[in-house]
């Protein structure tokens, strides 16, 4: 069955694609409620900000079919930002509170400047977990983003950007990545490799 990645409007889905069809995946870009609840697995990405993705979500009445996927969910980016509680974006946004959290704004510094853009490597604090086979400890992956999650039970691995924060995390059938797997090498391709696997 084919792979649905939600085409929410705020997300470069091309690249996104373009990882699955290397991968030789069955996927589709669908807002469509039904295509993506029969998928085998739903992948949400997101660039941007956290109020205009959330709004984009209620206005094609996706929060609760989101909310009630059973099949394997892959957040990248914003799109794993959104599967927390509360984003302190703006004045605050709500989530689709599937993984416990708060995501902040990184700190920023001379040595780090926000937003936080590049490789980085991978602490990985969970190296059971079925979506980090065969990727070792401190793979370089590659980051755009200005706001993060704290490290919590919920996270697989962890990246220091002047602190830690949450790089990957999972929560029953929802993962995130708040890098870009798709534009990752082949690590990021193991990842979505680990993902489909599922």
């Not at 995946?25 to 956290?50: E, R």
């Not at 950007?161 to 993962?175: I, L, P, V």
Request: overall charge negative; glycine content about 8%; proline content about 6%.
């Amino acid at each position: 069955m084919a792979v649905a990645v939600i085409d929410s409007g705020v997300a470069n889905l091309e690249s996104v694609m373009g990882a699955l069809r290397r991968l030789q995946a069955d996927a589709v870009t669908t807002s469509d409620a039904a295509a993506i609840s029969k998928a085998s697995h739903v992948i949400l990405p997101g660039v941007g900000a956290a109020a205009p993705a959330m709004k984009k979500l209620h206005d094609k009445n996706l929060v609760e079919v989101i909310r009630n996927l059973k099949q394997p969910v892959l957040g990248i980016c914003l799109g794993m930002q959104l599967l927390f509680g509360h984003m302190d974006e703006s004045e605050g946004v709500d989530g689709l509170g599937l993984i416990k959290g708060t995501v902040t704004l990184l700190p920023s510094t001379p040595n780090n400047p926000v937003p936080h853009m590049g490789w980085n490597n991978l602490m990985i604090k969970q190296p059971a977990h079925p979506l980090l086979r065969n990727v070792p400890d401190n793979s370089f992956v590659y980051f755009v983003h200005s706001y993060a999650a704290p490290v919590s039970e919920a996270t697989l691995a962890a990246t220091n950007y002047g602190t830690d924060f949450t790089a990957m995390a999972a929560r029953d059938n929802f993962h995130g990545c708040q890098f870009h797997p798709e534009r990752s090498s082949a690590v990021g391709s193991q990842i979505l490799k680990n993902f489909l696997d599922m």
